[in-house]
């Protein structure tokens, strides 16, 4: 039995993406599943290394590994007219930012990507992503880069939203933000890349069509969410557009990662190649 190292990372919206896979409800193909969770900022730099076969990464973190991975259609996290926020303990304006420095989760995550696209001269340092919104309540940081969780929380948290990224990028682009998909290892051969393919498809239907079994799962991986927050973020990245990543989506990635490349923080366009799972031929 091939098997076949899945990274992802331990937050309620990938638990749900990989619950059935981690808990064998679906045909594998005959291929055995070892599962590693580490945070994105962690598998954006193994996949430089070509560490895992099949890992979550960020859309921004692509170019960097393209030679050695390919983007699956199935799988991304994708922000409609929501995404990142920086946040503030003071109202603040994106003029107000000018000299101050922004709490960031990484330097390759794509939150960091679309702030610098709305904001070239944003100054920033990085800060574990669960830590941001604390190091901005003591003061530490005038604004921080939330993703995850952080996302539905920091207004009842006491902040005040400076920009949402998403909403920035409809308006910029109308275009949805794309932020975080799977990447499969080319040198797996096309047989088994579309196998993974299949059945990382099959793992996301079958989490959508479970959906109570799957939210039970997930809420493990939640950081103090109650249950109706738990569900709603995992309904607002896992949903129609994760199974599959439309034209207007592969679009937006080409585009985000365009911007990024006409100010300096994508060393070259890249080339974006989205494998779409080829259904098996039903023989009677």
């Known amino acids: 039995m091939q098997q076949i190292h899945v990274a992802h990372s331990p937050d309620s919206d990938d638990a749900f993406m990989f619950w059935a896979l981690a808990h064998n409800r679906i045909d594998t193909e005959g291929l055995e599943f070892v599962h590693h969770l580490s945070d994105i900022q962690t598998l954006n730099e193994a996949a430089k290394e070509g560490r895992y076969e099949l890992t979550a990464i960020s859309f921004y973190a692509y170019p960097f590994i393209q030679d ?64 941001i919104m604390d190091r901005v309540a003591d003061g530490t940081y005038p604004a921080g880069l939330i993703i995850h969780e952080g996302q539905l929380t920091y207004l009842k948290s006491g902040f005040h939203k400076v920009v949402d990224l998403g909403e920035w990028w409809f308006l910029e682009a109308s275009l949805p933000l794309p932020l975080g998909g799977n990447a499969i290892r080319r040198d797996l051969g096309e047989e088994t890349i579309q196998k993974i393919a299949r059945v990382l498809k099959r793992s996301v239907e079958y989490g959508l069509e479970h959906r109570e079994e799957a939210l039970a799962y997930a809420k493990q991986f939640a950081r103090d969410l109650d249950e109706s927050l738990i569900d709603r973020f995992v309904g607002m990245y896992v949903n129609d557009m994760t199974l599959e990543a439309d034209m207007e989506i592969q679009k937006s990635v080409r585009l985000l990662l365009f911007r990024g490349y006409g100010i300096g923080l994508v060393p070259e366009k890249p080339e974006i190649l989205f494998i779409r799972p080829q259904e098996l031929s039903k023989t009677s």
């Open 68 to 131: 050695k991975y390919a983007l699956l259609s199935c799988g991304s996290s994708v922000g409609d007219k929501y995404g990142p926020v920086v946040i503030s303990k003071t109202p603040m304006t994106k003029e107000d930012l000018a000299g101050k420095t922004i709490a960031v989760p990484g330097l390759m995550t794509t939150a960091y990507l679309a702030l610098k696209v709305w904001y070239p001269e944003a100054q920033v340092e990085v800060v574990p992503f669960d830590q």
